[in-house]
C-alpha cells in the first residue's frame, strides 16, 4: 500500500520463476556439498534425520519464508532504493544477524568461542541470500536456499 505496488510484486513473489528456481537449485547443491564435506572432515558427527514436526514447519518452512519477507523482500529492496547495492546488503546483513541474538542468548552460546564463527556465518549466508534476491529479482529463490540451509542445519547438528 505505501508502495502504491501490488505487495506480491513489490517483494518479488511473483514473476521470475525459472531464474529463481534455477539459482536456488544450484546454490542449494552447493549447500548440500559444503555441509557434507564439513560433516566429514571437521565435524565428524553425522547426519541425524530425526526431525520433530514441529521443526519442519516452524525451522524449514515458516522460518524461511517469513525471515526472507521481511529481510530481503522489504528491508533490503527499500534500502536498496537508497544506498548501493553492496552496503544495503550489508546493512540488512548486520540486521539479519542481530534477529539472531536472542536464540544464541537462551542456548547460552555468547560464552563459547565459536559464537564469532556463527556470526561470520550468519553474515556470509545473509550475504549470499541478498545476492541472490539480487540476481533473480525472485523472493521464492531464497525462500527456498533459506528453507534448504536452515534444514541441512537441523540435520547435520
Known amino acids: 500500500f505505501i508502495e502504491k505496488q501490488d505487495p506480491a510484486t513489490y517483494l518479488g513473489l511473483r514473476g521470475h ?85 536472542p536464540i544464541w542468548f537462551d542456548k547460552g552460546l555468547f560464552g563459547s568461542p565459536a559464537i564469532l564463527g556463527t556470526f561470520l556465518n550468519i553474515i556470509v549466508i545473509s550475504l549470499v541470500f541478498g545476492y541472490i534476491y539480487k540476481k533473480t529479482h525472485s523472493l521464492w529463490s531464497v525462500i527456498i536456499t533459506h528453507s534448504i540451509y536452515n534444514l541441512l542445519a537441523s540435520i547435520f547438528n
Not at 556439498?33 to 566429514?40: A, E, H, M
Not at 541425524?48 to 533490503?76: A, C
Open 17 to 101: 520463476g525459472k531464474v529463481g528456481l534455477k539459482w536456488a537449485g544450484w546454490v542449494s547443491l552447493a549447500l548440500v556439498i559444503y555441509f557434507f564435506l564439513q560433516d566429514q572432515f571437521v565435524l565428524q558427527k553425522g547426519v541425524h534425520f530425526n526431525l520433530g514436526w514441529d521443526q519442519w514447519v516452524n525451522i524449514i518452512i515458516l522460518v524461511g519464508f517469513i525471515e526472507e519477507v521481511v529481510f530481503r523482500g522489504f528491508i533490503l529492496r527499500r534500502l536498496m532504493d537508497q544506498f548501493q547495492f553492496w552496503k544495503a546488503n550489508m546493512i540488512t546483513a548486520l540486521l539479519f544477524l542481530s534477529i539472531h541474538f
